[in-house]
């Protein structure tokens, strides 16, 4: 199965499609939020993702700040204070859209509540995309599907079962197109806990197209992630690990970015498509380090060849050591001297 987003079609068998994780790094500067695009489009990536929400109407006045947030952002601010500070109003998110078309690069959001999904929905997005929490929030999901634009769900923090409760009620609400995301929901996520082959079993229970949202650090772990058949690779990345905000320190640093999707177009490249074939390298090479049968002595005209008359060396421009049998027991037409390679054309 495979999806379009924009001009480009996702799934088993095509380029592996890189979202730069933009986020809310931008700490709700629109100028720092374009540097962001330029870092993405410069680094490579197919798109640029966003979050587009209404900090209101995402957590109440009581919701506390998740541990690696209070760690990042402070322990003085509740969560809504902190979602509101990283906020993007309508102006600044079409002219973040904007500038991304111009730039010629995939404007993406992760869309929060139905007021941001009608926003990018009318601004002309190519796709949505719904995080980790909110896999459950069937409502939500219901009112982005009527929508028919391809979905990237995001499975952090999820249970098979509540997967397949979300992918159907994205279904039967008219959208058919969706990318799902195995994700690990820690900043940062351990190594050992990115369980990549679950990207696999995504990929078998669901018969959909599969990338991943990596939140480890590093760049290791979603190059393995396109090997293993990563239809999307989703990673965070900022201007500067240091600058304040909760996603900052688990991102990586334009630098580290280009070295991903280098690394990722390498991969693919490497992978090829599966047919045992020599390169033509490899043709030039072996008639160099492969062995002929070639004379241990002289072997003077007229003589019946025996094993122990010949020897196995390089070149492997001659007969093959495969096909002694049929040098044995023939009979030269003409001396041969030591080390010459026995030819088909001096024998009887």
């Not at 095509?14 to 939020?33: M, Q, R, S, W």
Request: a positive charge; hydrophobic letters at 40%.
């Amino acid at each position: 199965m495979k999806i379009r987003i924009g001009e480009r079609l996702i799934g088993e068998g095509k380029p592996c499609f890189i979202v730069a994780e933009a986020g809310v790094n931008h700490n709700g500067d629109i100028h720092l939020a374009k540097e962001l695009i330029d870092a993405a489009k410069n680094a490579g990536a197919d798109a640029v993702k966003f979050q587009a929400f209404k900090a209101e109407k995402i957590a109440t006045m009581y919701a506390e700040k998740a541990d690696y947030q209070t760690r990042n952002a402070g322990k003085d601010k509740s969560q809504l204070a902190m979602l509101k500070k990283l906020e993007l109003d309508e102006k600044d998110i079409g002219e973040l859209y904007n500038y991304a078309q111009k730039n010629n690069i995939i404007f993406l959001s992760s869309a929060f509540d139905r007021e941001s999904i009608d926003l990018l929905n009318d601004l002309g997005v190519s796709a949505f995309k719904i995080a980790s929490g909110e896999i459950t929030n069937l409502p939500l999901l219901k009112y982005v599907a009527k929508k028919k634009k391809p979905i990237i769900l995001s499975t952090g923090m999820s249970t098979l079962d509540e997967i397949e409760q979300a992918v159907k009620v994205i279904r039967e609400n008219g959208t058919k197109d969706i990318v799902l995301l195995h994700c690990v929901t820690s900043y940062p996520a351990r190594k050992e806990d990115a369980n990549l082959r679950a990207i696999e079993t995504l990929r078998r229970e669901f018969k959909l197209p599969v990338g991943f949202s990596d939140h480890t650090l590093g760049v290791t772990i979603p190059i393995a992630a396109a090997a293993l058949g990563a239809v999307l690779i989703e990673k965070h990345f900022t201007l500067d690990k240091s600058l304040p905000g909760p996603d900052h320190k688990a991102s990586l640093e334009p630098n580290e970015l280009t070295e991903m999707v280098t690394a990722i177009r390498d991969v693919e490249k490497a992978l090829g498509n599966g047919v045992r074939r020599l390169t033509e390298e490899e043709r030039e090479i072996r008639k160099k380090v492969r062995r002929s049968i070639v004379a241990k002595e002289e072997i003077l005209k007229g003589t019946i060849i025996t094993e122990s008359m010949l020897d196995f060396k390089r070149p492997g421009t001659g007969i093959e050591p495969k096909h002694l049998d049929r040098v044995i027991g023939r009979r030269t037409k003409k001396d041969i001297m030591p080390d010459e390679l026995i030819a088909v054309k001096n024998l009887e």
